[in-house]
T-cell receptor, first 111, second 114 residues
Framework: KNQVEQSPQSLIILEGKNCTLQ??????????LRWYKQDTGRGPVSLTI?????NTKSNGRYTATLDADTKQSSLHITASQLSDSASYIC??????????FGTGTSLTVIP | KAGVTQTPRYLIKTRGQQVTLSCSPI?????VSWYQQTPGQGLQFLFE???????NKGNFPGRFSGRQFSNSRSEMNVSTLELGDSALYLC?????????????FGPGTRLTVL
């Protein structure tokens, strides 16, 4: 069964600290994996898109990794800021153009 | 460049009614995708339109339909509304098919079915 699981479900960290969010998937045949950030009351914003051959991609303080062999991805946030408080969603796409969404990790950054 | 716009932003309907939501993509974008987001199910893909043709469809009943116009604007229609249709409906646009391109999301339409 094609599934995308994210952990933790929620996370609270102090401003300035780093954190890592996890995404494990059983989706196949794999095409690409995307991380989105969604602020409360707004639409998701794309952070990274990674294909099978890419194992690291950065976007500012956000760095995503992909291990296609173990079907795991992580999103690392460096030097967190209050504005990083949001829901982070992992989405896996198949070569047949089907999308599978994780239920997200809710991150709260406190001062 | 203006972003993706969705109208209306909020909508309240009663069971059995129908509703039409509108999405205007970023200028030059030809693909529009629709998603449903609920607290219990998270984000779920509804369908994608490209060049006025439905190119991809999620696992939703036939009550959910859409269309795309020649200017790439898209509408989504839900007929015979049920309580479970209460959700945030998001529209996303991309230059070409979403499979190969970054998507840009609109702010969503919050639909409440009473």
């Amino acid at each position: 069964k094609n599934q995308v699981e994210q952990s933790p479900q929620s996370l609270i960290i102090l401003e300035g600290k780093n954190c890592t969010l996890q995404c494990n998937y059983t989706v196949s045949p794999f095409s690409n994996l995307r991380w989105y950030k969604q602020d409360t009351g707004r639409g998701p914003v794309s952070l990274t898109i990674m294909t099978f051959s890419e194992n690291t991609k950065s976007n500012g303080r956000y760095t995503a990794t992909l291990d296609a062999d173990t079907k795991q991805s992580s999103l690392h946030i460096t030097a967190s800021q209050l504005s990083d408080s949001a829901s982070y969603i992992c989405v896996v796409r198949t070569t047949g153009n089907q999308f599978y969404f994780g239920t997200g990790t809710s991150l709260t950054v406190i001062p | 460049k203006a972003g993706v716009t969705q109208t209306p932003r909020y909508l309240i309907k009663t069971r059995g009614q129908q509703v039409t939501l509108s999405c205007s993509p970023i200028s030059g974008h030809r693909s529009v995708s629709w998603y449903q987001q609920t607290p219990g199910q998270g984000l779920q893909f509804l369908f994608e339109y490209f060049s006025e043709t439905q190119r991809n469809k999620g696992n939703f009943p036939g009550r959910f339909s859409g269309r795309q116009f020649s200017n790439s604007r898209s509408e989504m229609n839900v007929s015979t509304l049920e309580l479970g249709d209460s959700a945030l409906y998001l529209c996303a646009s991309s230059l070409v098919l979403a499979a190969y391109n970054e998507q840009f999301f609109g702010p969503g339409t919050r639909l409440t079915v009473l």
